[in-house]
């Protein structure tokens, strides 16, 4: 079992729609990322989260520590946003400490 | 200013043979992290180095290796290449080696074995 799960593993949505993106994990975590891949490679880091719920633009994200669960939300979509979103986290413990667990990423192609 | 860098952007190597790849971190950032993504897949943590130290090291074979400079950039070394190292290797800096730093990615460079 993957210690980091995405779902949907892919979405497609007509502009303008409300769009959620989820993230479950099985480990203990110091932080989550959710980050941003674009077709070529390059990632952007959208947010990073210990508690409650950011929001930036039409983006927001919020975390439930005890449930072991994060949502992406994408508010007004639009086609440029279409990319692969991947949620990632780092544990507080183990041998990973320090460096990222990455989810499989959700494609999100988001249709004029 | 400049983001991470990473060079090159594409290379393709035959079975057996050896490849450098190479990293500059945000200026002032010390610690770098190195991440191999096959197609399809999430990445994975291969290496972190801080201040010239490797810091942590991922689940991946002595083939692979890495090293940081004294202006804190990075090389990634992978020796006798084999089909399955085709990926996208992407190189993340952050400030320190803490677990609250937000790392920043490069473009990454991609790998293909041919």
């Known amino acids: 079992k993957n210690e980091v799960e995405q779902s949907p593993q892919n979405l497609t949505a007509q502009e303008g729609e409300f769009i959620t993106i989820n993230c479950s994990y099985s480990?203990?975590?110091?932080?989550l990322h959710w980050l941003q891949q674009h077709p070529g490679g390059g990632i952007v880091s959208l947010f990073m989260?210990?508690?409650g719920k950011k929001k930036h633009g039409r983006l927001i994200a919020t975390i439930n520590i005890q449930e072991k669960h994060s949502s992406l939300h994408i508010t007004a979509s639009h086609p440029r946003d279409s990319a692969v979103y991947i949620c990632a986290v780092r544990m507080n413990y183990g041998g990973s400490q320090g460096n990222l667990i990455f989810g499989k990423g959700t494609k999100l192609s988001v249709k004029p | 200013d400049a983001g991470v860098t990473q060079s090159p952007t594409h290379l393709i190597k035959t079975r057996g043979q050896q490849v450098t790849l190479r990293c500059s971190p945000i200026s002032g950032h010390k610690s770098v992290s190195w991440y191999q993504q096959v197609l399809g897949q999430g990445p994975q943590f291969i290496f972190q180095?801080?201040?010239?130290?490797?810091?942590g090291r991922g689940n991946f074979p002595d083939r692979f290796s890495a090293r940081q400079f004294p202006n804190y950039s990075s090389e990634l070394n992978v020796n006798a290449l084999l089909l399955g190292d085709s990926a996208l290797y992407l190189c993340?800096?952050?400030?320190?080696?803490?677990?609250?730093?937000?790392?920043?990615f490069g473009p990454g460079t991609r790998l293909t074995v041919l």
């Open positions: 480990v203990g975590i110091s932080a």
């Open positions: 180095y801080y201040e010239k130290e490797e810091r």
């Open positions: 989260l210990s508690s």
């Open positions: 993340a800096s952050s400030l320190d080696a803490v677990t609250t730093d937000t790392q920043y």
